[in-house]
């Protein structure tokens, strides 16, 4: 059980960094560009930021439409999300117990 929590909170953390650091890549991107092409790079990155996103819940969907048992809950209607939400609020605990420790 440690080691699967311990990639849950490795990938968590991976995933948070990775958005951080596309974010801050465009904040520096958009600083480096002149004023006049400052409006068309932040909309470029937005598209290709939801893009991304887009592309993500895709692939997660069919990945849980060929794999059903891997995502079973066995909960009532609307399981899948109440799921996801206790898996977030137990890597937020985790993460900010750890932090706590030292």
Do not use: D, N, Q
């Amino acid at each position: 059980m440690r080691s699967l929590r311990e990639i849950l909170i490795g990938a968590f953390a991976a995933i948070l960094l990775a958005a951080l650091g596309a974010a801050f890549a465009g904040g520096a991107l958009l600083l480096a560009l002149g004023e006049g092409y400052r409006v068309a790079a932040a909309a470029a990155l937005a598209a290709a930021f939801l893009a991304g996103a887009l592309y993500a819940g895709w692939r997660v969907r069919r990945i849980m439409a060929e794999r059903p048992a891997v995502c079973a809950t066995g909960l009532v209607e609307g399981g899948e999300e109440l799921l996801r939400l206790v898996s977030i609020g137990v890597m937020a605990y985790t993460i900010a117990r750890r932090l706590r420790r030292g």
